[in-house]
Every structure is written in structure tokens, then in C-alpha cells.
């Protein structure tokens, strides 16, 4: 039986549009990552997931520990709904949620934040807390040529240098209302850039991520061994899905944030070192046949954030031979799609789409159907699906 029929057996009694999780994929992925990651654990980036109940069956599997979330209010959520050991992965300025962690003794040893300027940590003792805050030391690890005129990798953190790391760290910990336990450091231009490219375009990826792991694993050790001297760190973050095999060689690294890889998106298709099943779909149905090989699905218009372009569109999955019309596009409504599959469509049959990013997807969606094998297996929530639009 191929994908496409199993799909369609598992949810024949469903109305399309519907999301899906296919579990036996989803768990190959996840022996792939942990494979790639050398022993060292693996911290699950929530907003690649979205889902309390995957999350869940992720972290119960072995090399997965710890989660990556993206906003202290859904740290807080997950914290007091069981989850332990939360890593807020980009900075706050959120006063109200600062003072519902600080006055919650159990979530102040649970969640962990993000900091990288004296701002952030000015913000927080200002608050004049109960509890102690744990804090993170968050680094740049882009890659720079030039004296920084040719750059690739995230704008996040303005801290770079040893020196530069070290400083900040003996001011946390000169802080008695901060505790300093963990170094992260996400190499975005390496873990989140496909290097799998024809021409010459996929050699000049290829050429930047090498001289760039060579230079980040040297800055990365310096860094880390600097501040060690001031602060006995707990965990040393760094990596991604892309990046997994090579940032798990680096010494000083002691655990991968990854995520994405668990759901296989769109963009995930484009590196050498690794390949994984599409794990997240989402159906649509046919609701017109406007001509000849055409036909119009209800829906589609789910663009991925990032820089606007057609990498950042749905993928037409399954059947194949479906592509967007130029000038249309994915529709808010609807959307047509032109190929020689089109023939082969009724209306009501459904057209499989894989989202370009990975969690994105479940912000349109309040429910997973979890299918294993050839069955629907448990129907659950969303983060929307309980309510909850962090973002």
C-alpha cells in the first residue's frame, strides 16, 4: 500500500481540510536524530511541535530530554501541566510572565531564560522577585568575513567574543537574584540552511558551512572555557536539525536543540547529510475543476515565516505532478493546482500538502489525527486547540 492510499483509508471517514501526524514516520525521524547526535541529548524545540501530546510521546522515547520553548508564558503553561526542565530560547520582555516565574518556587526551578545584554538582566532584577531566576547565556555563532562585511546566520545575540562572554557572565554573577547555569549558541547558517543545492549556489553554502563550523567550533570551545572559569555551567546548547552530526563532535557541547526534524517539512529536504519521511501533512479537498488538468482545492494559503518566496509555500505532496498556478499562488480561500494528476481528481478527493516549516502548520489547525500503520490511533489538541496562541 503506498503513502498516499494509507492516508486515504486511515481518514476516509474524515471531512477535509484536517491535519495529520503519521506516527511511524515520525518515530523513524527520531531514531535518525538521536543517531546523529552521538549519545549527547537532544532538547525538543516546542514551536517546531505545537502539540502537548507529541511532545509527550517524544520526550517518553530515548536521547530526548529537556524542551526548547520559544515564549516564557508557554514555558509557564507546559511547566504547570507537568513538563519539566524548560529552556526559553530567546529573550523577554514579558514583566507580567517575569513575576508569575519568580512567585512560583517550582517554576522558577524548572524554566530556564535567555539573556545577552546587562538590559535583560537590569529588566529582571528590577523586578525585585521572590525566587531566584535561572538565566542562559545566549551567543552568536554566525559566520563572518571581512570584519563582518560579509555575514550569514541570525541577527540574535550582540555578544561574540570570549572576552565579550565572560564580562557578562561575572556581571550575572554578581546578581544574587540570578543564576547563571547554561551557554547556548545556534548556528543557523549551518543547521538551518539546506547545503543539498545544484550549481553554484550549493557550493558557496557548502564552502561558507565549512569554513564556519571550522571557526565556530573554535570560538564556541573559547567561549565556553571562559566562562566555565566564572560559572559552573549546567548545559552548553547549540545546533539544530541541520546541524545535529556536526555540532554533537564539538567537546564543549553537551546537548542539540532540535525540533523540526521530528515533522520532516518541506525545507528539511534540501541537506546531504541526512534524510528523513514527511511525518506532518494536511489535507484539502477538491472543491472545483476548472479545466482541463486544474483543479481548486478549499484552503491552502499556510505560508511559512522567513523571507517570502515559493520555498516558503505548502508542497502539493501527494499526488504527485501538482504545482501551483503562477499567478495565484496558495490562496486564502482557495487555491488551484495544474498538472496532469488534476485529470485523476474528483470532487471531494483530497490533495496531501506538507507545510514548509515544521510547527507553523498546527497554528492552523486544533487538532492531530495521529495515524499508525493504516488507523487513526487518538485525535489531540494543538496548542490553538487548548486555546493557546503564544504567537
Known sequence: MD????????TADLEPPFAVIDLDA???????????????????ASKSIRCRAVLERVLAMDGFSGIMAFTLPEALW?????????????????????????????AAREITVMVDSRE???????????????????????????????????LRSPVREPAEAAALAAEIVKRPDLRLVGLMAYEAQI????????????????????????????????????????????FVNGGGTGSIEKTARERVITEIGAGSGLYHPRLFDFY????????A???LPVVRRPGPGV????GGGYLASGVPGPDRLPQPYLPAGLRYDKNEGAGEVQTPLIGTAADGLRLGDRVWFRHAKAGELCERFATLYLIEGGRIVDEVPTYRGEGKTFL
Open 295 to 298: 483543479v481548486t482545492v478549499l
Open 191 to 234: 543547521a538551518g540552511v539546506g547545503d543539498k543545492v545544484p550549481g553554484w549556489y550549493g557550493l558557496a553554502v557548502r564552502w561558507m558551512q565549512a569554513r564556519s563550523q571550522r571557526e565556530l567550533t573554535v570560538r564556541r570551545g573559547r567561549i565556553v572555557e571562559a566562562v566555565r572559569r566564572i560559572a559552573d555551567l549546567e
Open 272 to 279: 546531504r547529510g541526512f534524510t528523513g519521511r514527511p511525518a
Open 26 to 44: 515520525l518515530r523513524a525521524n527520531a531514531a535518525g536524530m538521536v543517531r546523529r547526535a552521538r549519545g549527547k541529548p537532544i532538547r525538543v
Open 78 to 106: 507546559l511547566v504547570s501541566t507537568g513538563f519539566r526542565d524548560v529552556l526559553v530560547a530567546y529573550p523577554t520582555a514579558d514583566r507580567a510572565a517575569l513575576r508569575a516565574l519568580g512567585s512560583d518556587e517550582h
Open 281 to 283: 501533512l494536511f489535507a
Open 3 to 10: 503513502v498516499r492510499e494509507r492516508l486515504d483509508r486511515a
Open 120 to 154: 535583560h538582566l537590569d529588566l529582571i532584577e528590577g523586578l525585585r522577585l521572590p525566587n531566584p531566576i535561572r538565566v542562559c547565556l545566549d551567543i552568536d555563532a554566525g559566520f563572518e568575513l571581512g570584519g563582518g562585511r560579509f555575514r550569514a546566520g541570525a
